[in-house]
């Protein structure tokens, strides 16, 4: 059986000065890093010995990974393809620059090429296309343990990838994880069937 534990990082600076996310390169809060400790406890419950740790870049993933591995006694391996979506020239900027400027998607048409409009920014498409390839890599490995720490954004394609959603499909799919969730895939050994489990909150905190 293989076990892979998808972590969102905790409530990071740009949540409590609502700005937007991103490539903006926030750090955690201090209650960002308290809960990534409680995630890191949790999972050292859970975990054994043999277990591979993979991670975002960006800096608040980075520390929770860094916090997990501490407890862990494992080195995370950081890949820029697990990052959360660019918003281009609104990252760090107020969430309301964002708000104003925005095009949303059409409901029926080409969802995942669909410009935003927002200078610089990441198509759907290109966002799921790397998340895609950063989950292929991360499931050659034969380790039957795995972490994956990521953004609440780019955990919808984690998830699309590990239940092996063709690409062209995912232009609708939305799955959500509060901050600093844990969600659970497993895949059994005998039917070979991959499992979902939603967004577990080892610190019981509410998404902010």
Not at 14 to 42: I, K, Q
Not at 72 to 92: H, M, N, T
Request: charge should be negative; hydrophobic fraction near 40%.
């Amino acid at each position: 059986m293989r076990t892979v534990y998808v972590v969102t990082h905790p409530e990071a600076t740009h949540h409590v000065d609502r700005l937007v996310g991103g490539w903006f390169d926030s750090e955690l809060t201090p209650a960002g890093e308290r809960a990534a400790v409680a995630v890191a406890e949790s999972l050292r419950a859970k975990v054994p010995d043999e277990v591979e740790l993979y991670s975002s870049d960006l800096r608040r993933t980075a520390r929770t990974a860094e916090l997990i591995g501490e407890r862990l006694g494992v080195a995370p391996v950081l890949d820029r393809r697990l990052r959360e979506k660019s918003y281009g020239e609104a990252g760090g900027r107020p969430q309301e620059w964002l708000d104003g400027r925005f095009v949303p998607p059409p409901a029926v048409g080409d969802r995942l090429g669909h410009d935003e409009g927002i200078p610089g920014a990441e198509t759907k498409g290109a966002m799921a296309a790397r998340v895609y390839a950063a989950m292929e890599s991360i499931l050659e490995s034969r380790c039957e343990h795995q972490i994956v720490v990521t953004h609440g954004g780019a955990l919808t394609f984690v998830l699309a990838a590990w239940i092996r959603m063709p690409l062209e499909s995912a232009g609708y799919v939305d799955f959500r994880g509060s901050p600093g969730s844990v969600t659970v895939l497993r895949e059994d050994d005998y039917f070979h069937n991959r499992q979902v489990v939603i967004g577990h909150l080892p610190t019981g905190e509410a998404d902010r």
